[in-house]
C-alpha cells in the first residue's frame, strides 16, 4: 500500500513539474515578442543575414566551392540564430535575478526545476520557429530539398538539439554576478564561429592547422548535420557530434544552475 501510495506522489509531482514547466514556457515566450532584442536576434537579425550572404557573397562562393552555395548559408544562419536568441535570452536572465524577480519566484510553492526547465522549453520552441522561418526563406531564395519529409523535419530539430546545451550554458553564465558582461564577451566567439564555419565555406578551404578547429566546432558540425538531412549528405556522424557538445554543455553547467537556484 505504502509502495503504491509513493509512486501515485511521484507521478503527481511530474504531473506538477511539467505543468509549471509549460507555464513558465508560455509566459517567456508571450513576454519575449514584447523585447526587441530577442526579437531582433532571434528573427530579423538572422534573416538579413541570409539574404545578405546571399546577394553579395553566393556567386563566388558557389563558384569556389562547387556547390550551391544557400545550401550552407541556411544551416549556418539558422544555427547563429539559436546561439543569438539563447544570448539575447540569457541577457533577460541576468536582469531577471537582478531585479529580484527570480526570488519571487523561487519564494511561490512550486518546482524551483520548473523555472530552468520552463526556460529551456521556451528556447526549443523560438529556436523551431526561427528555424522554419529560414527554411522557407531559403526555399524562396533557391534552397531545394533532395531528400524526403521525414530528413526535413529532422533538420528542423538539429538546432533545437543544440540549443539545450548551449542555452544551459548561457543560463549558468547569466546567474553569475558578472553574467550580463560574460554573455557580452561570449557573443565574440559567436561572432568568430560565423567566419570558420563549414556552412561559409568547406573545411578543406581554410589554413591546414585551422582545419581541425573549424571541423569539430558545435557550430560546423551542426551546420554539417543540417545540410545532409536537407541535401543529402554524411547525417550520422554530425548528428551525433551535436549530441555529444549539447550534452556535455548540459552536464558542465547544469549543475551550476541547480546550484544558483539554490541559493
Not at 536582469?95 to 519571487?104: M, Q
Not at 526545476?113 to 526555399?139: M, Q, S
Not at 519529409?149 to 558578472?178: D, E, H, K, N, W
Amino acid at each position: 500500500m505504502t509502495t503504491t501510495t509513493q509512486q501515485n506522489d511521484t507521478a503527481t509531482t511530474h504531473a506538477s513539474l511539467v505543468g509549471q514547466s509549460l507555464i513558465h514556457a508560455g509566459r517567456l515566450l508571450r513576454r519575449w515578442q514584447r523585447e526587441p532584442e530577442i526579437m531582433v536576434q532571434s528573427l530579423i537579425f538572422p534573416t538579413v543575414l541570409l539574404l545578405m550572404y546571399q546577394l553579395v557573397l553566393s556567386r563566388f562562393l558557389s563558384a569556389s566551392s562547387g556547390r550551391a552555395s544557400i545550401e550552407g548559408f541556411v544551416p549556418l544562419v539558422a544555427v547563429t540564430a539559436t546561439m543569438f536568441g539563447a544570448m539575447a535570452s540569457g541577457t533577460s536572465l541576468h536582469a531577471e535575478a537582478e531585479n529580484g524577480l527570480l526570488d519571487r519566484w523561487r519564494a511561490l510553492p512550486g518546482h524551483r526545476a520548473a523555472i530552468p526547465a520552463g526556460r529551456l522549453l521556451a528556447e526549443c520552441a523560438r529556436t523551431l520557429g526561427a528555424t522554419v522561418l529560414l527554411l522557407l526563406i531559403g526555399a524562396v531564395l533557391g534552397l531545394r530539398w533532395h531528400t524526403g519529409l521525414l530528413s526535413v523535419l529532422g533538420a528542423l530539430l538539429v538546432p533545437v538539439l543544440l540549443v539545450v546545451g548551449f542555452a544551459t550554458m548561457v543560463m549558468a553564465l547569466a546567474m553569475s554576478r558578472a553574467g550580463a558582461k560574460i554573455v557580452e564577451l561570449s557573443s565574440i566567439l559567436i561572432l568568430l564561429g560565423m567566419f570558420f564555419n563549414s556552412g561559409f565555406v568547406p573545411v578543406d578551404q581554410y589554413p591546414g592547422f585551422l582545419q581541425p578547429v573549424v571541423r569539430a566546432q558545435p557550430m560546423s558540425v551542426a551546420i554539417d548535420a543540417m545540410r545532409g538531412l536537407i541535401s543529402g549528405g554524411p547525417v550520422a556522424l554530425p548528428v551525433l557530434y551535436t549530441a555529444l557538445w549539447s550534452v556535455g554543455l548540459t552536464i558542465v553547467f547544469g549543475g551550476r544552475i541547480i546550484r544558483s537556484f539554490r541559493k
